[in-house]
């Protein structure tokens, strides 16, 4: 996660997670409160790439596809859900 200096700049840190953003310019860093919950799951579907990983590339590349499409299809599926209003809204 992003640090903040001394001058209240932020400051990327060695080895934090690319999803995660370093502020705009004078802008100080926000520390977003993550789950444990969130962190567990992170930490489970590293651990299954790693595995797959292990295996060679073709079992790696199966698992990425694999989570390409259910990911497609569980967003279509929500998408349709919402739209005849058989699903709430998302929350924020």
Known sequence: MPTVSQS???VP???IDPRHR???RGRTAMTRHISLRSELYR???DLGDA???ARGPGAYAKRVARRRVYRTTNHL???LLRSAGLQGSRRR
Request: charged share 15%.
């Open 8 to 10: 209240g700049r932020a």
């Open 51 to 53: 595995q797959s990983a």
């Open 77 to 79: 599926t929500m998408s």
């Open 13 to 15: 840190c060695e080895g």
């Open 43 to 45: 930490a489970a579907r």
């Open 22 to 24: 370093v502020p705009a």
